[in-house]
T-cell receptor
Framework: AQTVTQSQPEMSVQEAETVTLSCTYD???????LFWYKQPPSRQMILVIR??????QNATENRFSVNFQKAAKSFSLKISDSQLGDTAMYFC????????????FGKGITLSVRP | EAQVTQNPRYLITVTGKKLTVTCSQN?????MSWYRQDPGLGLRQIYY???????DKGDVPEGYKVSRKEKRNFPLILESPSPNQTSLYFC????????????FGQGTRLTVV
């Protein structure tokens, strides 16, 4: 079965420090995309970063970067210089079926940034 | 501004009273989808539509209906809501589902009593 697993329900980090959010997935597909979405208290779902599975280079977007290990089926998100505005729930997601019809989401992780 | 608009944002209703949650997008996306978000379960897909008049079931379609008569609109219909449909609902659209960014509506918090 195609699944996305986020095993940590909650994490906390001090402002200005670095935190890594874990995500693993299971798929028999060879080519797919992986996403991290942020959901702040406003409930709006916001794309943080996207990774193409056939690209070996890890994606980066300003303070956000990923550690993509295709063989291990691991896709972690690193947030550097954490800011109070990073406090949110973060979801890992991917279309693992190859049908380009849906995103499978992990259960999400609640990140709290402490001042 | 590119956006997906859902209405209403909050809704409290009684068991069995039919309701519709509207969703509209202005990006000319062919693909639209509905998800429900529940604590500890993440987002689960209810229905999706690859184009006008083309809809298909997602992972949790029971108790829901959708229609896609126009490209921009994709309403979610609960013919006879039950308390287990109390949830946070999101509509999303995408240019290339699973490949490109999905744009989400603001969410609809539904409570069925």
């Amino acid at each position: 079965a195609q699944t996305v697993t986020q095993s940590q329900p909650e994490m906390s980090v001090q402002e200005a420090e670095t935190v890594t959010l874990s995500c693993t997935y299971d798929t028999s597909e060879n080519n797919y995309y992986l996403f991290w979405y942020k959901q702040p208290p406003s409930r709006q779902m916001i794309l943080v970063i996207r990774q193409e599975a056939y690209k070996q280079q890890n994606a980066t977007e300003n303070r956000f970067s990923v550690n993509f290990q295709k063989a291990a089926k691991s896709f972690s998100l690193k947030i550097s210089d954490s800011q109070l505005g990073d406090t949110a729930m973060y979801f890992c997601a991917s279309d693992l079926t190859g049908a380009n019809s849906k995103l499978t989401f992990g259960k999400g992780i609640t990140l709290s940034v402490r001042p | 501004e590119a956006q997906v608009t859902q209405n209403p944002r909050y809704l409290i209703t009684v068991t069995g009273k039919k309701l519709t949650v509207t969703c509209s997008q202005n990006m000319n996306h062919e693909y639209m989808s509905w998800y429900r978000q529940d604590p500890g379960l993440g987002l689960r897909q209810i229905y999706y539509s690859m184009n006008v008049e083309v809809t298909d079931k997602g992972d949790v379609p029971e108790g829901y209906k959708v229609s896609r008569k126009e490209k921009r609109n994709f309403p979610l219909i609960l013919e006879s809501p039950s308390p287990n449909q109390t949830s946070l609902y999101f509509c999303a659209s995408s240019l290339r589902p699973g490949l490109e960014e999905a744009f989400f509506g603001q969410g609809t918090r539904l409570t069925v009593v």
